[in-house]
C-alpha cells in the first residue's frame, strides 16, 4: 500500500474511534431519549459512510470539485491538475498508473455526497454542543440538569431531588431566579465590602498622617528637652565658675596673708642669727674685752620676741565648698525652675486651640490646625483636659482668666462627650464655672446664674475627693464663688475651655522650696 495511503487510513480510523468515543459520553449523559435517538441516528448515518471513500487520495481531504478517470478513480479536480503539473509522466492515474487519454469527467454523485457528509458533521457537531452540559450543571447523584435551588439548603438541586428525602418538602425557586436573588446578595456584599474598603482606606490615611504627627511630636520635644537642658547646663555651668572663682579668691587672699607672715617669720629669723653670730664671736674672744660688752650683747640676746603662731581660719574653708554641695546647687536652682501643678495634654486640644511651649497656657484661634482625630481630643468643642487625674485626696490649682471674655474652668469626668459640641453641665459629665457674655455661671443642671462683686483675675480650683466637693475661689482676697457637691466614682481631669483669641488662660507656677527635714 502506498505510505500516503496507509497514511489516510490510519487517520480515519483515529477519527472513527474518537466519533465513537465522543457517542459513549455524550450518550451517558442523562439527555431526553428523543435526541439521544435522534443522535444516534444520525452518528450510525454518517459512520455508515466512511470518510476515507470519499477522501482524495492526494490531498487527504474531502473531495473538493471530483473528477473521474477512465481507470475508477476519483480525485480533487485541483489535485489531480497540480499533480499532472508537476509529474514526470503526463496524464497517468496517480493510484494506479494507467494512462488517461481522456479528460477526466466530473462526478456530480460523488459531489453531492461530500457536501451531504460535510453538513451531517456540522449537524452532528452542533448536536453534541446543545447535549454536552458542564458538570457542574448536572446533579452528581441523579445525573438531571440542576434546574432549582434549595432555598433551605443553600444549593442547586435536580427535579429528582426535590422528590427525595433531603428536600422534601423544602421551598426551591428556578434556578435562574436564584441565580438573580445571588447576585442582588452579591451586589450588596459588594457594595458593602465597599464601604469597608473605604473605610480602611480612610483609616490607613489616618494613621499615615499620625505617623507624621508623631514624628513631629517628636522632633518637638526634643527639641524642648535641649533647650531646657541647655539653660540647666548654663546655669549649672555659672554656679560652677563662681564657685571656683570664690575658691579662687579666697585661696589667693589666705595665700597672701600666708606670705606675709612668712616674710615677718623670715626677718626674725636673719635678726636671731644676728645675735648668735655676734654671741659666738665674744665667747670666742679672750681677756677683759667681753666684759666691756657683756652687758649690751646680754640685753640683746634678752630682748622680747614673740613665738610666731598661725592665726585661726588661715586654711580654706573646704567644708564650705563641699559640704551638701548638690542640695546647697538644687536649692539655688529652685529660683529658676518652675512648677505647675496643673500640665495641659495637648493631645486633646482642640483643633483650633494654641498652647503654649510649656504647656501651661491656651488661647483660642480663627485657624483650624491639622491634628490627628485621636479619641481623646475635642472636637468641635474648643476645650483641652490637663494631662493629671484624680481620683482621690485633695488638689489644688490657679487659673489665670485676665481679660479674657469667655472661659470654662473646672473638672471634665473622664467619660464627658468630645466628639459633640455639648453644653458643659453637671449632667454631661463637667463640673466648673462659667464667664460668657459677661455673666458668670455655676456648672448645675439648670446652670445657676451667679452675682460677683468683682470680676477676678484669677480662679482657684479646690478639689476633694474623698468628700466629693469641687470649690471656686478669688485667690486675690480668698473670696468664695461656687461649690458643687458631686461624688467623684470615676477619674477626673483638669478641664479649660477658652473662646477667646486675645487673652489666653494660664496655670499659675507655684512656689518651689527645697528643705531639710528634721527630726527631733
Request: with cysteine.
Amino acid at each position: 500500500m502506498p505510505l500516503r495511503l496507509h497514511l489516510l487510513w490510519m487517520s480515519q480510523q483515529y477519527r472513527k474511534q474518537e466519533v465513537l468515543k465522543s457517542e459513549r459520553v455524550y450518550l451517558s449523559l442523562d439527555c431526553c431519549c428523543e435526541r439521544k435517538q435522534e443522535l444516534s441516528v444520525r452518528m450510525a448515518r454518517s459512520l455508515s459512510l466512511q470518510e476515507v471513500d470519499l477522501s482524495c487520495s492526494i490531498c487527504c481531504e474531502i473531495f473538493r470539485d471530483p473528477v473521474v478517470l477512465k481507470c475508477s478513480h476519483s480525485f480533487c479536480a485541483p489535485c489531480l491538475k497540480q499533480y499532472w503539473t508537476q509529474g514526470t509522466r503526463s496524464r497517468d492515474c496517480p493510484l494506479c498508473r494507467s494512462e488517461s487519454v481522456d479528460d477526466p469527467v466530473p462526478s456530480l454523485t460523488l459531489k453531492n455526497l461530500c457536501e451531504s457528509f460535510i453538513q451531517d458533521g456540522e449537524d452532528l457537531d452542533d448536536t453534541f454542543g446543545e447535549l454536552y452540559s458542564d458538570p457542574g450543571e448536572v446533579c452528581p447523584l441523579h445525573g438531571e440538569r440542576l434546574k432549582l435551588f434549595c432555598l433551605q439548603d443553600k444549593e442547586p438541586i435536580c427535579v429528582v431531588c426535590h422528590t427525595s428525602r433531603k428536600h422534601k418538602q423544602h421551598d426551591c425557586c428556578p434556578v435562574s431566579e436564584a441565580l438573580v436573588d445571588v447576585k442582588e446578595k452579591m451586589k450588596t456584599a459588594l457594595s458593602s465590602m465597599q464601604k469597608k474598603k473605604d473605610v480602611f482606606d480612610n483609616m490607613k490615611k489616618k494613621y499615615e498622617n499620625a505617623v507624621e504627627f508623631i514624628q513631629f511630636q517628636a522632633q518637638f520635644v526634643e527639641k524642648r528637652t535641649r533647650e531646657e537642658f541647655e539653660k540647666l547646663h548654663s546655669f549649672l555651668l555659672a554656679e560652677e565658675e563662681s564657685r571656683i572663682t570664690a575658691l579662687r579668691g579666697e585661696e589667693d587672699l589666705k595665700s597672701r596673708a600666708m606670705m606675709q607672715q612668712i616674710e615677718e617669720i623670715t626677718r626674725n629669723i636673719e635678726h636671731v642669727s644676728e645675735s648668735i653670730r655676734v654671741l659666738e664671736e665674744e665667747i670666742a674672744s679672750e681677756g677683759i674685752f667681753i666684759l666691756h660688752k657683756c652687758k649690751s650683747t646680754l640685753a640683746r640676746a634678752d630682748s622680747p620676741t614673740e613665738d610666731p603662731v598661725m592665726a585661726p581660719g588661715a586654711l580654706l574653708d573646704v567644708a564650705k565648698y563641699l559640704g551638701s554641695l548638690n542640695f546647697h546647687v538644687w536649692e539655688k536652682m529652685g529660683k529658676i525652675v518652675k512648677y505647675t501643678p496643673v500640665t495641659l495634654d495637648p493631645n486633646t486640644a482642640a483643633p483650633w486651640l494654641i498652647l503654649s511651649d510649656d504647656l501651661s497656657s491656651v488661647c483660642d484661634s480663627e485657624e483650624k490646625r491639622k491634628m490627628p482625630d485621636n479619641p481623646e481630643r475635642f472636637d468641635p468643642d474648643t476645650g483641652v483636659l490637663g494631662r493629671e487625674s484624680f481620683t482621690s485626696g485633695k488638689h489644688t490649682w490657679d487659673v489665670n482668666v485676665g481679660e479674657s471674655t469667655a472661659w470654662v474652668v473646672g473638672l471634665a469626668k473622664e467619660s464627658a462627650q468630645r466628639k459633640e459640641k455639648v453644653s458643659s453641665v453637671l449632667n454631661n459629665g463637667y463640673l466648673c464655672v462659667y464667664f460668657y457674655h459677661k455673666m458668670y455661671f455655676a456648672g448645675t443642671s439648670p446652670l445657676t446664674r451667679l452675682n460677683l462683686k468683682r470680676n477676678p483675675q484669677r480662679i482657684r480650683v479646690q478639689l476633694d475627693c474623698d468628700k466629693g466637693r469641687v470649690s471656686f475661689c478669688d485667690p486675690h482676697d480668698n473670696t468664695h464663688i461656687y461649690t458643687l457637691k458631686h461624688p467623684i466614682t470615676e477619674r477626673v481631669f483638669p478641664y479649660f475651655w477658652v473662646g477667646c483669641q486675645q487673652c489666653p488662660l494660664k496655670v499659675e507656677p507655684l512656689e518651689v522650696s527645697v528643705k531639710a527635714v528634721e527630726h527631733f
